[in-house]
């Protein structure tokens, strides 16, 4: 395995687990509009997804989607077991804090686990049928439209889920079409830099995956590594 590809798998997860752990936080944006601290790097693993769908073929981004859902999931198991164990006296002023964050982070995980399978695979999908299709051709176009796609269905997914029942609906619907539009915009933004970086990691690796003899798209087929 290629040290460009564990690396990239390493931020992936780790971007993953960090964006968890924000979306519990809604950030002000003006008096009637909020978003999801998540913002800040949840869509870096749009753009990693990107560049190992491309790079390296729909094969290992499933792989690696897998790996980022199994992370994110034991990351939640083992902040439930430091919630359920005792806390030191003098933490007792803060144990309020730390028990909200985490007692939240089930809810939270599920609805991302679930959400983040959805939009990570068909960001992946999409990138890999638009390059059969183009000739390995547009890549940037093709890197919007995959996570336009992937971002919403993880939206409509993640936020209903995640927020129902602890902000009004019209706030929840709100929330849910600002964070689809900033991180497609954020994707636009970083364009020229995800660019550069495929160009030059397909350079280094000498591979340039098209998903031609791939045998399913199935996310559950693990076999064909």
């Not at 991302?112 to 299709?133: D, H, I, Q, T």
């Not at 995959?146 to 927020?163: K, N, R, V, Y």
């Amino acid at each position: 395995m290629s040290v460009s590809f564990m690396l990239m798998g390493i931020l992936f997860c780790s971007c993953l687990i960090i964006s968890n752990l924000l979306s519990v936080k809604l950030l002000r944006i003006t008096d009637s509009l909020s978003i999801s601290a998540a913002i800040i790097i949840f869509p870096v693993t749009y753009i990693l997804n990107d560049c190992i769908a491309e790079v390296w073929g729909y094969r290992k981004a499933r792989l690696i989607i897998w790996m980022g859902f199994l992370m994110n999931f034991f990351c939640a198991a083992v902040g439930m077991i430091a919630v359920a164990l005792p806390a030191a006296d003098f933490w007792k002023a803060n144990e309020a804090h730390f028990d909200f964050m985490f007692t939240l982070a089930p809810r939270v995980a599920t609805a991302s686990l679930a959400a983040f399978l959805v939009g990570s695979f068909l960001n992946a999908y999409v990138m890999s049928r638009m390059k059969l299709s183009s000739e390995g051709r547009h890549f940037s176009v093709r890197a919007v439209v995959s996570t336009l796609w992937g971002e919403s269905a993880d939206s409509c997914i993640f936020f209903p889920f995640a927020f129902w029942g602890l902000m009004p609906p019209d706030e929840l619907l709100k929330l849910m079409v600002m964070q689809v539009l900033l991180k497609t915009a954020y994707e636009i933004v970083m364009l020229p830099v995800t660019y550069r970086i495929v160009i030059a990691v397909k350079r280094f690796e000498g591979t340039d995956v098209f998903d031609k003899d791939l045998k399913s798209y199935n996310p559950f087929h693990l076999s064909d590594l």
